[in-house]
């Protein structure tokens, strides 16, 4: 197994990528997306990995320079073998036909093999697809990928359309394709990545935001989780537990108690499972029916909070839901105050609340960080891999 | 949207300078100082900047090349596609950022992407948050990318990057030598393009070069007559 180093992609595989698979990443133009292989060669290489890296595109000196300055930077050594731009032009100057070019780019390659085992491949595959044709390209690397136990990382400039990418997928037999795409939805700044195909786990294809951080790595996000249910059920506590910093709108309303008047806005202390959380609060009166739908609009999923001790807020609860599943948002259903008493059965919540047999409930107390941790990683769980229920 | 001035009195007067939006076109013989006409024809205006994409000087060159006074500096920004090939380690600045070689498209875009968004952050740093600045990009030029990469790759490079040139309202300026490529590749990168500037040399007086600029639109500046008087170009009756 070779790590990505992008841990919620690493999460979505099932931990990484097995020895022997093959794996495109496939970027689109413009997009700052170099980094998933390059975190993907760092882990190889510091999980003792042999590699091969091919970088027809420049010289080993500068890839290795390029890298330096990010958190992807590495000490060259005997682990990490290249064939670069220097090696490109001299097969290239010596080679009067593409089959001779394949030819000699075989004798490199198996030169190479015969020093020691290679355990992972790293393809910069456009100038080299160019010069000899993708197909015998990418035969050079599958072989050994299947006879040797080589795992293959190939990086591929796609100036086509996703046609182009699928083609190339259902010819190739890769294990993993990758697509790296500018825009995630409405929302322009983010970058996004989305795994159209992987053949060792079950994984529906899902436009993940990504940004690039100060320091040039990859932080996935899920921008937008919102927490809703009833009035009094405990959401703005949520928000406030999970959170490193938040803010909030509350006002004493005619219960007495604090109740949420416009919205309240929380980043968690810690992101879950690799992804930078940022989560946004409803107000959960009926009269501030229309700020939870625009609330609620381009949300990547839902925290849909009620009391659990409390069946009268329930019918309120029915008409927020309601809502969600008519803009078609996955949820999760977070029953709060489990440490007190009187507690609703599940049944009756299913019953009052429409809730199919398939759609878990989560008991928790919003006091308690560990628990409504659970609860934001069970929605993740389900926008990340899963179809949803409802 | 006001149209980009050249600087060449015949197109300014006759056709109001070149819509935003454009991709021309540059097609020069060797020799034909066609470097410095198109660094004249990318001259940021008052309101605009200057990007360089670069396969033949390096961005040391290119700063003396277009000469602008510090105070204007900060609009001129170079993606350098030469100087990493010699100097490895070399190190990206804010307004200069350096690719492997000229056939790394991969780097070239996500440079490109990048100082588009350095530009925005410099304006929005001086105060200037009326919408997104105006760029000239000049491509200097595609003859070296056709010498690494084969037309179909850089013909599909650059329509994604014309596309975007034209959806961000700059213009684009593609210098190309007809002499080195051969029809097939000329007509194919025409696809690309909405105007074309035409230099050839003047036979009777081998410091003037004459200039021709058709529009797709029709409109046309059949003949400019010029020369260079150091940065300045001279346009001759």
């Known amino acids: 197994m070779i790590y990505t180093g992008i841990t919620a992609l690493d999460e979505m595989i099932g931990g990484g990528v097995p020895r022997g698979k093959r794996v495109l990443f496939s970027l689109a133009p413009g997009v700052e997306g170099q980094q998933f292989m390059f975190s993907a060669l760092k882990c190889a290489h510091r999980m003792g990995k042999r590699c091969l890296v091919i970088v027809p595109h420049t010289s080993a000196e500068a890839f290795l320079a390029d890298l330096s300055a990010t958190p992807y930077g590495m000490e060259a050594d ?68 299947l006879k040797e136990g080589a795992t293959l990382f190939v990086e591929y400039l796609n100036l086509y359309d996703e046609g182009h990418l699928d083609d190339l997928t259902a010819s190739c037999l890769f294990d993993l394709v990758l697509s790296i795409g500018e825009g995630y939805g409405n929302i322009l700044f983010f970058n996004h990545f989305m ?16 940004m ?31 959170s490193e910093n938040w803010v909030s709108s509350d006002r004493i309303g005619i219960s007495g108690s604090a109740t949420t008047v416009a919205m ?24 501030f029916g229309p700020i939870i739908t625009h609330l609620l609009t381009n949300a990547t999923g839902v925290i849909f909070v009620v009391d659990g001790t409390r069946t009268e807020s329930l019918s309120r609860g029915l008409d927020i839901l309601g809502t969600v599943r008519r803009m078609g948002i996955p949820f999760v259903v977070a029953v709060n105050k489990r440490e007190l008493p009187g507690q609703i059965s599940d049944a009756t919540l299913r019953t009052l609340l429409r809730l199919s047999e398939r759609t878990p409930l989560y008991h928790l107390s919003a006091l308690n ?4 941790m659970g609860v934001i990683d069970a929605l993740i769980m ?9 | 949207m006001d149209p980009f001035r050249t600087g060449i009195r015949k197109i300014d007067e006759k056709m109001g300078g070149i819509l935003p939006g454009s991709n021309l076109l540059l ?116 003859s070296s990318f056709l010498i690494y990469t084969k037309l179909e790759v850089i013909y599909r490079f650059f329509h994604i990057l014309s596309a975007r040139i034209r959806r961000m309202n700059g213009i684009g300026i593609y210098l190309l030598n007809p002499e080195g490529v051969d029809e097939k590749t000329i007509s194919t990168l025409k696809q690309l393009m909405n105007g074309m500037i035409e230099v050839k040399e003047d036979a009777a ?22 020369r260079f008087s150091g940065s300045d170009l001279v346009e001759e009756p």
């Open chain 1, 264 to 287: 309240d806005f929380g980043h968690p202390l810690v992101s879950c499972r690799g992804f930078d959380i940022t989560l946004v609060g409803t107000p959960g009166q009926e009269h």
């Open chain 1, 369 to 372: 960080r560990e628990e409504a």
């Open chain 1, 78 to 145: 005997d682990r990490l073998i290249f064939l670069d731009s220097l090696a490109f032009e001299e097969i290239e100057a010596n080679s009067r036909t593409p089959e001779a070019e394949c030819a000699a780019w075989k004798e490199q390659i198996d030169t190479i093999c015969r020093s020691g085992p290679i355990n992972a491949i790293f393809l910069y595959c456009n100038r080299l697809c160019d010069e000899i044709g993708t197909k015998h390209a990418l035969a050079l690397f599958f072989g050994r990928s």
């Open chain 2, 205 to 226: 007086d081998p410091t003037v070069r004459i200039l021709r600029c058709q529009m797709m639109s029709g409109e046309c500046v059949p003949s400019v007559r010029y």
């Open chain 1, 195 to 210: 795994v159209r195909h992987v053949t060792w786990t079950s994984l529906p294809p899902r436009q993940i935001p990504y």
């Open chain 1, 212 to 242: 690039i951080r100060e320091d040039s790595s990859v932080a996935p996000q899920i921008p937008k989780i919102v927490v809703t249910g009833p009035t009094d059920a405990g959401k703005t506590t949520f928000i406030q537990t999970v």
């Open chain 2, 27 to 142: 097609l020069a013989p060797p020799f034909a100082d066609a470097e410095r006409l198109a660094m004249y024809l990318g001259q940021p205006g008052d309101s605009d900047y200057t990007v360089v994409i670069s396969t033949d000087q390096d961005a040391q060159e290119l700063v003396m090349a277009f000469g602008l006074p510090e105070s204007e500096r900060h609009r001129l920004w170079i993606i350098d596609c030469i100087t990493k090939t010699l100097v490895p380690v070399i190190a990206d600045e804010d307004q200069v950022k350096y690719v492997g070689s000229p056939v790394d498209l991969t780097g070239m875009g996500i440079k490109f992407t990048k100082i588009l968004d350095g530009i925005q952050r410099a304006e929005a740093a001086r105060n200037n948050l009326s919408g997104t600045p105006r760029v000239r990009v000049c491509i200097i030029s595609l």
């Open chain 1, 382 to 390: 389900l926008i990340t891999r899963e179809t949803f229920l409802e």
